[in-house]
């Protein structure tokens, strides 16, 4: 056709012959046994032909593989990369957004003082810090010897690194990543950390931290960071700053502190809440001196010749806020402030200020201070007691009285660890109860051998042959009690133990700055026979005995005593709140865990009577206890009384600093547990549960033989046979009087010269052991 006006001819050419071309697929379009293509691994740009050759197994797997470690090296070249340039890039981009804090700034934020309230949330008083109002010091101020001591302690290497330790940071890694515990900070870190408050274990925090020492190195000297750091870190004891530190542990100037002395308070930076422990504290003191050794700042000659410098007691060194009984129990919050149960740290509540709400009720502490002095008041001065009162359903400290002389005396609720005398037999009675024993079983209560040891019961007993549990708990009968542990089917000494442990006795006590074990053999192994009575080993703080009442008093659930209910802060934020943990003490199981402990009641709910009932017939539940003196006739060491109620239980202990000395009344008379323990502890009951409601024990499920036999053999007579070994001034003397002790026996009713039960356990015998009209 030919073409139109204005258009141009075109001519089509003939067809060639090409190669026909492969259409895109989709990678879904691919045979799926391609499983190189399908995952995508291939990203070259090949185009692909019909006629192409197929590749054979063997090189589709090796051309794999290849490209793989193509990739693979490419990754690993961009993360190390990565690696080299983040943190570089991190750095720099941080340092400029980030400042170090000023040493001056950080002191006026210290040393706030910190407000007490009773239950009630009226004020009981205040906490100071040792070193309120100080003043900075200067670098030239301090002494060489205290300096060197710091870094030895906490960065040894302080004046040849950038505000970091890189070493330490890598071995810090190491260990932790090995299962161990390293902080890993060099001292600037550790002053921008301790400064700020924040030392949470995180990432973020520590590259601030980090990034911020390093500004603080170039921006400053290092004597600057030295001297900002010993102005403003905490040594524990209250104390910011090592011229505080220098007070609180040795009472002196900086400028006096021995290279030994300034060693010890170096190493308390590390954890300044173990300051009291003794074994922590020489660990850290050796390691001081080693590393001072080291560096050349004492010579070797001063190293071998070292001796532990002890620093002074505790209460010796506070600043006195508070007397008298309060300022133990300030002492037992500021202990339980840095315990990990609240985990808040003295160092972070000082720098905060907090108000700490206790647990201690004001009329009930004022009842315990009553109690004490009117029963106390003309007294051998040289006695001494303590009452600790916990309520049972929380486990909440609501009074406690260790002594009138506050700190500048020893604490006998927790600071000691005494006998405890007949006051323990109830654990035995656990034991025996776990092991399908009823208080309705019965012994033989006449005195004999047991288990190769002479046993015999104090004053006479209507017992015989065939005593039951119950009555042996009302009598205190010394032969029932061992017999129950040490004899042919007995429970065995160790059961007691694990008995009292549930209850509420720790296992490991700290008594004199240093941790014991308690309830334990010699070497750690069970306990003696002894323990069946309150003798040898039974040793325990009077203030865990009222512990391990309240775990009966609360049916068989064991509450962790504590003194701190809440702490807030400056602006009424809850830092703390104490949350109930209750736990059955006897059994996993709560319901026999219940009637193990009703049933121990049972038999304790009957020796409270006469002189140390509770007023106006409120039921109560205790045992009393008495330590003999070792080798003494009628003669006691120790004296206890341990009871409760429903809604609180109360230890009351008497004794002397000597320890095994005879304790006598104003009358000259021995002091037994129903004497003054027995009345300061009714005393102090009577008057804390005043207008409270009287509540009932609950009736207990009955477990194994619960009732006793309906009358009891009457005790037989020793034998007269000047050849039996149990006679020969062993015998108890035959008195007129029942219940009264008795002048002319050798260590009656003990283990000889360690134990002497109490015969006014007898709810029938009066204070002095003589009985009661109609008795």
């Excluded at 000889?752 to 009985?771: K, L, W």
Aim: with cysteine.
């Amino acid at each position: 056709m030919p073409p139109r006006p204005g258009e141009e001819r075109t001519t089509q050419m003939p067809p060639v012959n090409r190669p026909t071309q492969r259409e895109p697929e989709l990678i879904t379009h691919r045979e799926p046994d391609d499983e190189f293509l399908m995952a995508g691994v291939d990203d070259d740009d090949d185009e692909y032909y019909d006629d192409e050759p197929e590749l054979t197994e063997e090189e589709a797997r090796r051309l794999r593989k290849k490209k793989i470690w193509k990739r693979v090296r490419i990754a690993a070249f961009v993360s190390i990369g990565l690696m080299i340039l983040g943190p570089v890039i991190a750095v720099a981009v941080a340092y400029p957004l980030v400042d170090w804090p000023r040493p001056n700034e950080i002191a006026d934020a210290q040393d706030k003082t910190i407000t007490l309230l009773y239950s009630d949330g009226s004020e009981m008083g205040k906490i100071t810090s040792p070193g309120q109002n100080r003043t900075l010091l200067t670098y030239e101020e301090l002494p060489d010897t205290v300096k060197q001591a710091v870094m030895a302690a906490e960065d040894a290497n302080f004046y040849d690194n950038p505000g970091f330790d890189a070493k330490a940071i890598v071995r810090a890694v190491w260990i932790q990543a090995t299962g161990g515990s390293s902080g890993g900070s060099g001292l600037t870190q550790q002053y921008i950390k301790k400064a700020t408050g924040q030392e949470e274990a995180t990432l973020t925090r520590k590259f601030t931290e980090l990034v911020k020492a390093y500004k603080m190195s170039n921006e400053s000297d290092h004597n600057t960071i030295l001297t900002a750091y010993m102005n403003t870190v905490y040594f524990g004891r209250g104390a910011n700053g090592m011229k505080a530190a220098a007070q609180v542990y040795y009472n002196k100037q900086m400028k006096d502190l021995t290279p030994s002395e300034a060693a010890f308070i170096a190493g308390m930076i590390q954890i300044p809440s173990w300051s009291e422990d003794e074994e922590h504290a020489k660990k850290r003191w050796e390691f001081v001196m080693d590393q001072m050794r080291q560096k050349g700042w004492i010579s070797q000659a001063d190293f071998d010749a070292r001796q532990y410098p002890t620093p002074l007691p505790f209460e010796q060194t506070q600043p006195a806020s508070l007397d008298g009984p309060l300022a133990r129990v300030s002492q037992q919050v500021q202990n339980e402030i840095d315990s990990e149960l609240v985990g808040i740290t003295m160092e972070r509540a000082q720098k905060v200020g907090v108000t700490i709400t206790t647990t201690i009720d004001p009329k009930m502490q004022k009842a315990a201070l009553d109690a004490v002095n009117a029963v106390m008041a003309g007294q051998d001065p040289d006695l001494r007691t303590s009452l600790s009162a916990i309520e049972p359903q929380s486990g909440a400290v609501r009074a406690y009285y260790p002594g009138k002389d506050g700190l500048k005396g020893i604490d006998y609720a927790k600071g000691t660890i005494q006998e405890a005398g007949s006051s323990f037999k109830p654990f035995d009675l656990v034991a025996a109860l776990k092991m399908g024993k009823g208080i309705g079983d019965t012994y033989d209560a006449t005195p004999r051998k047991i288990a190769g040891v002479e046993i015999r019961n104090a004053g006479n007993t209507t017992c015989g042959k065939e005593c039951s549990i119950k009555q042996a708990m009302k009598e205190s009968l010394n032969t029932v009690f061992y017999d129950m542990v040490a004899g042919p089917e007995g429970t065995g000494t160790k059961a007691v133990a694990d008995a009292a442990h549930a209850a509420g006795i720790p296992k490991v006590v700290r008594v004199g700055g240093q941790e014991k074990q308690t309830l334990v053999g010699e070497g750690g192994n069970p306990p003696t026979a002894g323990i069946s009575i309150g003798a040898d080993s039974a040793q325990v703080r009077p203030f865990d005995m009222a512990s391990a009442y309240a775990t009966f008093a609360a049916r068989g659930v064991y509450r962790a005593p504590f003194f701190v209910t809440k702490v807030t802060g400056p602006t009424g934020d809850v830092l703390y709140q104490h949350v109930d943990q209750p736990t059955p003490a006897f059994d996993p199981v709560e319901t026999k865990s219940r009637d193990i402990a009703d049933n121990v009641t049972e038999t304790l709910k009957q020796i409270p009577t006469g002189a140390i009932a509770c007023a106006g017939g409120r039921p109560c539940a205790g045992k009393t206890g008495t330590h003999e003196l070792p080798g003494s006739l009628n003669q006691n060491s120790k004296a206890w009384m341990v009871g409760y109620t429903p809604q609180l239980a109360a230890s009351v202990w008497v004794g002397k600093d000597q320890g095994n000395v005879a304790i006598r009344d104003k009358s000259g008379n021995p002091v037994f547990g129903s004497g003054l323990p027995g009345l300061m502890w009714k005393r102090f009951m009577d008057a804390a549960l005043e207008g409270v409601q009287k509540e009932q024990f609950a009736k207990p499920v009955p477990l194994g033989n619960f009732n006793p036999p309906k009358k009891s053999d009457p005790p037989s007579a020793p034998p007269s046979s000047n050849n039996n070994p149990s006679t020969n001034n062993n015998t108890p003397s035959q008195t007129t009087e029942p219940g009264k002790p008795t002048t002319s026996r050798q260590n009656p009713g003990c283990l000889p010269g360690i134990n002497c039960p109490d015969p006014s356990d007898d709810p029938e015998t009066s204070t002095s052991g003589r009985p009661r009209p109609g008795g």
